[in-house]
């Protein structure tokens, strides 16, 4: 199964669901391809190689593709010095990277960002994923699921919280305190939750470093580049939930503060490296052996107070949503589809755990042979990534079946039928 993880995060400025139409305006597109190259060009040394190529720019609400190359069966049309053509409505529109076409592509989704730096950034970002293999990491995005728990959470805001008193020291002793205290809560996180820390170094490995990369390559001055991390590490903590898109945040910030030391510490990163050890020794950072007590002593320094409260609330509020997800996926009769070809894009920021059951996705579309499912009010995936949950269907025309916030397309081939033992429904080839 391929899987393209669409990551619309705040992070990038970007919401595909429930997003306002903008008018395109196209003769702009040269420009940000021409921008993007320039700053590759000046990137070059961050990776000793030219980030620079293959970009598809996507309308979501079109299909509408606006791209810098041309693609093997040339249906991609050469128009005002950039190729533009229609993308298939099978194909999932996301930001990531993609086989297409004979191609490796990143793809953007449009509208790009109105600030310059955002806008390389992004763009930067996802054209690293593009050329990633070639750098030996791998592609993996493994949810940290014990980031949507009361202590995970705790332990990550904490340790946010003090990378952002770490950004702003002016003195290299008051930095290290900072990042001290962030590495022991960030250590004691991890043994809260076995397997923890394997999960984020993962995504630290694969997100982590793509925005590390896409916020070197933007080219802010120090003073923007600050006041950027802080800025999107504050806009991070209103994300309905944590487990996909912490790294965007963790990784830039300590690649900043160990680039003023040495600007290619990234080179000496590999697909097998532990990213939290190899910070803790580039930064000279001595960890307590008692974790918990160092934790909890240093918390009140960093709203810790208020976090304990607020991680509280939302710990009620999530156990009645479970509740009430259990019921409409699990136990109430329900259509369940499996998977046979799959290809899938979400919203990371606000998906929701569900112990072993699966993760609830709110907003989710999903292609596969039996056609296209679009939902905008909650799915359940299995763990394994075998097949889908969605409420009982309420309106069937043809091909096409609906039910409480989705949308089934069915090919021509594929029909639903109830199982009269369980009452659930299925999608079966006629």
């Given at each position: 199964?391929?899987?393209?993880?669409?990551?619309?995060?705040?992070?990038?400025?970007?919401?595909?669901?429930?997003?306002?139409?903008?008018?395109?305006?196209?003769?702009?597109?040269?420009?940000?391809?021409?921008?993007?190259?320039?700053?590759?060009?000046?990137?070059?040394?961050?990776?000793?190689?030219?980030?620079?190529?293959?970009?598809?720019?996507?309308?979501?609400?079109?299909?509408?593709?606006?791209?810098?190359?041309?693609?093997?069966?040339?249906?991609?049309?050469?128009?005002?010095?950039?190729?533009?053509?229609?993308?298939?409505?099978?194909?999932?529109?996301?930001?990531?990277?993609?086989?297409?076409?004979?191609?490796?592509?990143?793809?953007?989704?449009?509208?790009?960002?109105?600030?310059?730096?955002?806008?390389?950034?992004?763009?930067?970002?996802?054209?690293?994923?593009?050329?990633?293999?070639?750098?030996?990491?791998?592609?993996?995005?493994?949810?940290?699921?014990?980031?949507?728990?009361?202590?995970?959470?705790?332990?990550?805001?904490?340790?946010?919280?003090?990378?952002?008193?770490?950004?702003?020291?002016?003195?290299?002793?008051?930095?290290?305190?900072?990042?001290?205290?962030?590495?022991?809560?960030?250590?004691?996180?991890?043994?809260?939750?076995?397997?923890?820390?394997?999960?984020?170094?993962?995504?630290?490995?694969?997100?982590?470093?793509?925005?590390?990369?896409?916020?070197i390559i933007s080219g802010r001055n120090n003073d923007q580049a600050k006041k950027h991390?802080?800025?999107?590490?504050?806009?991070?903590?209103?994300?309905?939930?944590?487990?996909?898109?912490?790294?965007?945040?963790?990784?830039?910030?300590?690649?900043?503060?160990?680039?003023?030391?040495?600007?290619?510490?990234?080179?000496?990163?590999?697909?097998?490296?532990?990213?939290?050890?190899?910070?803790?020794?580039?930064?000279?950072?001595?960890?307590?052996?008692?974790?918990?007590?160092?934790?909890?002593?240093?918390?009140?320094?960093?709203?810790?107070?208020?976090?304990?409260?607020?991680?509280?609330?939302?710990?009620?509020?999530?156990?009645?949503?479970?509740?009430?997800?259990?019921?409409?996926?699990?136990?109430?009769?329900?259509?369940?589809?499996?998977?046979?070809?799959?290809?899938?894009?979400?919203?990371?920021?606000?998906?929701?755990?569900?112990?072993?059951?699966?993760?609830?996705?709110?907003?989710?579309?999903?292609?596969?042979?039996?056609?296209?499912?679009?939902?905008?009010?909650?799915?359940?995936?299995?763990?394994?990534?075998?097949?889908?949950?969605?409420?009982?269907?309420?309106?069937?025309?043809?091909?096409?079946?609906?039910?409480?916030?989705?949308?089934?397309?069915?090919?021509?081939?594929?029909?639903?039928?109830?199982?009269?033992?369980?009452?659930?429904?299925?999608?079966?080839?006629?």
């Amino acid at each position: 199964m391929k899987i393209i993880l669409r990551f619309l995060c705040l992070i990038q400025g970007l919401f595909l669901f429930g997003q306002q139409s903008e008018p395109i305006n196209s003769d702009t597109i040269p420009t940000y391809f021409e921008e993007i190259q320039n700053a590759a060009q000046k990137g070059f040394k961050l990776w000793n190689k030219n980030l620079y190529g293959s970009i598809l720019l996507v309308d979501p609400k079109t299909q509408q593709v606006y791209s810098n190359e041309p693609n093997a069966d040339n249906s991609l049309q050469l128009q005002n010095k950039i190729y533009t053509g229609q993308l298939p409505d099978s194909m999932n529109i996301a930001n990531t990277s993609v086989q297409w076409s004979g191609k490796n592509w990143a793809m953007i989704m449009l509208p790009l960002p109105e600030n310059h730096y955002e806008r390389v950034n992004l763009l930067a970002h996802e054209l690293f994923h593009r050329t990633q293999p070639s750098l030996g990491f791998v592609q993996s995005n493994k949810e940290s699921n014990h980031l949507d728990q009361k202590d995970g959470r705790i332990y990550l805001r904490l340790e946010l919280e003090a990378l952002k008193k770490a950004i702003n020291s002016d003195s290299e002793k008051e930095r290290k305190i900072h990042l001290a205290n962030a590495f022991i809560f960030r250590k004691y996180r991890n043994t809260l939750f076995p397997n923890s820390a394997t999960f984020e170094n993962q995504l630290e490995l694969n997100e982590g470093i793509a925005e590390y990369t896409g916020f070197i390559i933007s080219g802010r001055n120090n003073d923007q580049a600050k006041k950027h991390l802080i800025s999107s590490i504050d806009t991070f903590f209103s994300n309905p939930t944590y487990v996909r898109s912490f790294a965007y945040h963790t990784v830039p910030v300590y690649g900043y503060l160990l680039s003023l030391k040495n600007n290619f510490w990234n080179q000496e990163v590999s697909a097998n490296t532990n990213i939290t050890d190899f910070f803790i020794k580039k930064f000279d950072i001595n960890i307590p052996v008692n974790l918990k007590g160092a934790a909890e002593k240093n918390s009140n320094r960093y709203n810790g107070i208020q976090i304990l409260k607020e991680e509280q609330v939302r710990e009620n509020k999530i156990k009645k949503q479970i509740i009430e997800y259990q019921s409409k996926f699990i136990e109430q009769p329900h259509l369940e589809i499996n998977f046979e070809k799959m290809n899938v894009s979400f919203d990371p920021r606000n998906i929701l755990p569900i112990a072993d059951k699966g993760i609830v996705y709110p907003n989710i579309r999903v292609t596969d042979n039996w056609g296209i499912l679009e939902v905008k009010n909650g799915a359940l995936m299995s763990p394994d990534w075998s097949k889908i949950s969605v409420s009982i269907p309420t309106k069937t025309e043809e091909q096409k079946v609906e039910g409480d916030g989705w949308t089934l397309l069915l090919k021509d081939r594929y029909t639903i039928k109830k199982d009269e033992k369980t009452n659930n429904y299925r999608i079966i080839k006629k």
